[in-house]
C-alpha cells in the first residue's frame, strides 16, 4: 500500500495545527491532455491551473501530459474517428501510474475507458481514494456511430455499459450540469453526485472594443473591405487570418453594417451547424451576416459545401485555436448554439461570459439551454425557421441585445467562475478522502473486480 500522507493521519482531515486546510495532492487521469480542441481536455487543463493557484499540486495523467505522459493506444476505425473530433484513447502504463499516484491524495478519473479503469484498479491497489468526472454523454457515441444513433435503447446501453466498467466503483461522481446528474439517477447510478459546472477562465470577459455591427458603423469614414463570400482555405490558424477577420468591418456592397454570428463546437451531426446555416439562409439580413463555426469534425466539408451553397455572405468553418477564442468572441454580435446533445457546453458559458447574447437550441439532451435568461434565447431544436426568426429579433433590437448581454456576462461572473468551481471541486475530493478513511477499504479490490477493471 502507497504512504499515506500525513495530514490524512489527523483526527480532523485534511487539518494543520491551526485549524487550516493542507493542500491536496490531486492526480488527474485524462485520456487526451495535450489536446486543446476538446471540451474535456480544455476543462482539465483550466482546473488543474486553477487548483495550482489556490496552492494545490496536480499531476496530469495522459497523451501529452507535460510530467506523466503516456502513449496513444490505436483501436483500429474507433481511434480515426475520435481524432476527427480532437480525441485520442490513451494506453494504459501501470509505471506511470504508480509514479503519479504515489503519495498522491486522491486520483481523480475523466473518462470510463480502459485507461481510467487501469488507473482506477492501480490507486485503489496503492490506498489511494479514487473521484470521477461524467464528461462524455452517451448520445455523443451514438451521433458520431452513424445508423447506431437510430436504433432504439443504445443509449441507454451504453450508460450501463459506462456504469460497469468505471462509475459503479466511484463513490464521488463530478456531474457538470443538473441535466446529465438527473440522467445518471435515471439510470441507476448510486455513486454521490456533485453538480459542479466546469467554469471559465477569467481570459473570456465583455472587452472594451467595439462589436462587428458597431464597428462597423465606426468604419463610415474608412474604405470599404471586399469580402470573399467563400470560406478562406485555412481560417485562423495563424494570428494575421484572425487579425484580418477583426479589420473587415463592412459586406461586400459597403452599404449596410456587418452583423457577426458566432457558434463553437465539434463539427458532427449532434451540434447541428446545419441548422444554423438554414437558419442563417433564411434570414430577412442573410445578406449582412458573417458566420463564423469555430470546431473540427467529420462534418467540415459538408458544412463547407452547404454554406457556400445557401449562404449570399461569407462563413468561416474550421479549427480555432483556443488562446483566440476570447478575441474572437469579443468581436462577434450573437452566439448561436444549436447543439441537441451537451453534458454542459463549455462554449456557451465562455460566450456568455464574454458578453455576448446566446440563442441555444432547447433540447432535452442538452444542459446548455440551462443558460438562457430569457425566452428570446432559445429555440426548438432543429428548427431552422424559428432560429431565423430570434436571429432576426435580436438584430433588429440592438438596444436590447446590448442590455442582455450586460445581463449575461454578469450572470456568468457570478454564478460560473472558474476559481469558486475549483473550490467546490476540492470539497468533493477531500469528502471522498474523508470517506475512504471511515471505510477503510481492502488496499486491494476483490479479485473479480479487479479482473473487470483491468478488462
Same mark, same amino acid.
Given at each position: 500500500?502507497?504512504?499515506?500522507?500525513?495530514?490524512?493521519?489527523?483526527?480532523?482531515?485534511?487539518?494543520?495545527?491551526?485549524?487550516?486546510?493542507?493542500?491536496?495532492?490531486?492526480?488527474?487521469?485524462?485520456?487526451?491532455?495535450?489536446?486543446?480542441?476538446?471540451?474535456?481536455?480544455?476543462?482539465?487543463?483550466?482546473?488543474?491551473?486553477?487548483?495550482? =493557484?489556490?496552492?494545490?499540486?496536480?499531476?496530469?495523467?495522459?497523451?501529452?501530459?507535460?510530467?506523466?505522459?503516456?502513449?496513444?493506444?490505436?483501436?483500429?476505425?474507433?481511434?480515426?474517428?475520435?481524432?476527427?473530433?480532437?480525441?485520442?484513447?490513451?494506453?494504459?502504463?501501470?509505471?506511470? !501510474?504508480?509514479?503519479?499516484?504515489?503519495?498522491?491524495?486522491?486520483?481523480?478519473?475523466?473518462?470510463? !475507458?480502459?485507461?481510467?479503469?487501469?488507473?482506477?484498479? &492501480?490507486?485503489?491497489?496503492?490506498?489511494?481514494?479514487?473521484?470521477?468526472?461524467?464528461?462524455?454523454?452517451?448520445?455523443?457515441?451514438?451521433?458520431?456511430?452513424?445508423? &447506431?444513433?437510430?436504433?432504439?435503447?443504445?443509449?441507454?446501453?451504453?450508460?450501463?455499459?459506462?456504469?460497469?466498467?468505471?462509475? +459503479?466503483?466511484?463513490?464521488?461522481?463530478?456531474?457538470?450540469?443538473?441535466?446529465?446528474?438527473?440522467?445518471?439517477?435515471?439510470?441507476?447510478?448510486?455513486?454521490?453526485?456533485?453538480?459542479?459546472?466546469?467554469?471559465?477562465?477569467?481570459?473570456?470577459?465583455?472587452?472594451?472594443?467595439?462589436?462587428?455591427?458597431?464597428?462597423?458603423?465606426?468604419?463610415?469614414?474608412?474604405?470599404?473591405?471586399?469580402?470573399?463570400?467563400?470560406?478562406?482555405?485555412?481560417?485562423?490558424?495563424?494570428?494575421?487570418?484572425? +487579425?484580418?477577420?477583426?479589420?473587415?468591418?463592412?459586406?461586400?456592397?459597403?452599404?449596410?453594417?456587418?452583423?457577426?454570428?458566432?457558434?463553437?463546437? =465539434?463539427?458532427?451531426?449532434?451540434?447541428?451547424?446545419?441548422?444554423?446555416?438554414?437558419?442563417?439562409?433564411?434570414?430577412?439580413?442573410?445578406?449582412?451576416?458573417?458566420?463564423?463555426?469555430?470546431?473540427?469534425?467529420?462534418?467540415?466539408?459538408?458544412?463547407?459545401?452547404?454554406?457556400?451553397?445557401?449562404?449570399?455572405?461569407?462563413?468561416?468553418?474550421?479549427?480555432?485555436?483556443?488562446?483566440?477564442?476570447?478575441?474572437?468572441?469579443?468581436?462577434?454580435? #450573437?452566439?448561436?448554439?444549436?447543439?441537441?446533445?451537451?453534458?454542459?457546453?463549455?462554449?456557451?458559458?465562455?460566450?456568455?461570459?464574454?458578453?455576448?447574447?446566446?440563442?441555444?437550441?432547447?433540447?432535452?439532451?442538452?444542459?446548455?439551454?440551462?443558460?438562457?435568461?430569457?425566452?428570446?434565447?432559445? !429555440?426548438?431544436?432543429?428548427?431552422?425557421?424559428?432560429?431565423?426568426?430570434?436571429?432576426?429579433?435580436?438584430?433588429?433590437?440592438?438596444?436590447?441585445?446590448?442590455?442582455?448581454? +450586460?445581463?449575461?456576462?454578469?450572470?456568468?461572473?457570478?454564478?460560473?467562475?472558474?476559481?469558486?468551481?475549483?473550490?467546490?471541486?476540492?470539497?468533493?475530493?477531500?469528502?471522498?478522502?474523508?470517506?475512504? *478513511?471511515?471505510?477503510? *477499504?481492502?488496499?486491494?479490490?476483490?479479485?473479480?473486480? #479487479?479482473?473487470? &477493471?483491468?478488462?
Amino acid at each position: 500500500m502507497g504512504a499515506m500522507p500525513d495530514f490524512q493521519r489527523d483526527a480532523t482531515l485534511g487539518a494543520t495545527p491551526h485549524g487550516a486546510k493542507q493542500p491536496l495532492t490531486i492526480a488527474l487521469v485524462v485520456d487526451s491532455v495535450g489536446n486543446r480542441g476538446n471540451g474535456t481536455s480544455n476543462s482539465a487543463l483550466q482546473y488543474a491551473r486553477e487548483l495550482r =493557484r489556490q496552492g494545490h499540486r496536480v499531476r496530469l495523467v495522459g497523451v501529452g501530459a507535460p510530467d506523466y505522459p503516456v502513449a496513444v493506444h490505436h483501436l483500429p476505425f474507433v481511434s480515426w474517428l475520435a481524432a476527427k473530433q480532437q480525441m485520442q484513447f490513451a494506453a494504459p502504463d501501470d509505471a506511470v !501510474f504508480r509514479r503519479a499516484f504515489q503519495g498522491a491524495d486522491v486520483v481523480h478519473i475523466y473518462m470510463p !475507458f480502459k485507461f481510467g479503469r487501469r488507473a482506477l484498479a &492501480l490507486a485503489r491497489s496503492m490506498g489511494v481514494p479514487v473521484t470521477a468526472g461524467f464528461h462524455l454523454q452517451p448520445e455523443n457515441v451514438t451521433y458520431s456511430a452513424g445508423p &447506431l444513433r437510430y436504433v432504439p435503447g443504445v443509449p441507454s446501453l451504453i450508460y450501463r455499459l459506462f456504469d460497469f466498467w468505471l462509475y +459503479r466503483h466511484i463513490g464521488h461522481i463530478h456531474a457538470p450540469s443538473e441535466m446529465i446528474a438527473s440522467q445518471l439517477r435515471a439510470h441507476g447510478y448510486g455513486a454521490k453526485l456533485h453538480v459542479i459546472s466546469n467554469g471559465y477562465s477569467s481570459r473570456f470577459h465583455p472587452g472594451d472594443g467595439a462589436s462587428g455591427e458597431e464597428a462597423s458603423r465606426k468604419a463610415d469614414n474608412d474604405e470599404p473591405v471586399v469580402r470573399e463570400s467563400r470560406p478562406p482555405k485555412f481560417p485562423f490558424f495563424n494570428r494575421l487570418g484572425l +487579425r484580418a477577420m477583426l479589420s473587415a468591418t463592412r459586406n461586400a456592397g459597403g452599404s449596410r453594417p456587418v452583423f457577426r454570428i458566432i457558434a463553437s463546437g =465539434r463539427l458532427s451531426h449532434e451540434k447541428d451547424h446545419e441548422t444554423l446555416i438554414r437558419a442563417v439562409a433564411l434570414s430577412r439580413h442573410a445578406d449582412r451576416i458573417d458566420l463564423t463555426i469555430c470546431g473540427t469534425g467529420p462534418l467540415r466539408h459538408h458544412l463547407r459545401r452547404l454554406a457556400r451553397r445557401l449562404l449570399p455572405g461569407p462563413a468561416h468553418i474550421g479549427f480555432h485555436r483556443n488562446d483566440d477564442m476570447p478575441d474572437l468572441l469579443r468581436s462577434a454580435d #450573437l452566439l448561436v448554439h444549436p447543439s441537441i446533445v451537451d453534458i454542459e457546453s463549455l462554449s456557451v458559458l465562455e460566450g456568455i461570459a464574454s458578453g455576448l447574447v446566446p440563442v441555444i437550441a432547447d433540447s432535452p439532451l442538452s444542459a446548455a439551454g440551462q443558460f438562457s435568461l430569457t425566452d428570446a434565447s432559445l !429555440f426548438p431544436a432543429r428548427n431552422a425557421r424559428a432560429l431565423a426568426r430570434r436571429i432576426d429579433w435580436w438584430i433588429e433590437h440592438p438596444a436590447q441585445r446590448s442590455e442582455w448581454g +450586460r445581463r449575461y456576462a454578469r450572470e456568468a461572473r457570478e454564478r460560473y467562475g472558474l476559481p469558486d468551481c475549483v473550490r467546490q471541486f476540492v470539497a468533493m475530493e477531500r469528502e471522498a478522502i474523508a470517506d475512504a *478513511q471511515k471505510t477503510r *477499504q481492502p488496499a486491494v479490490p476483490g479479485r473479480r473486480l #479487479l479482473s473487470l &477493471l483491468q478488462s
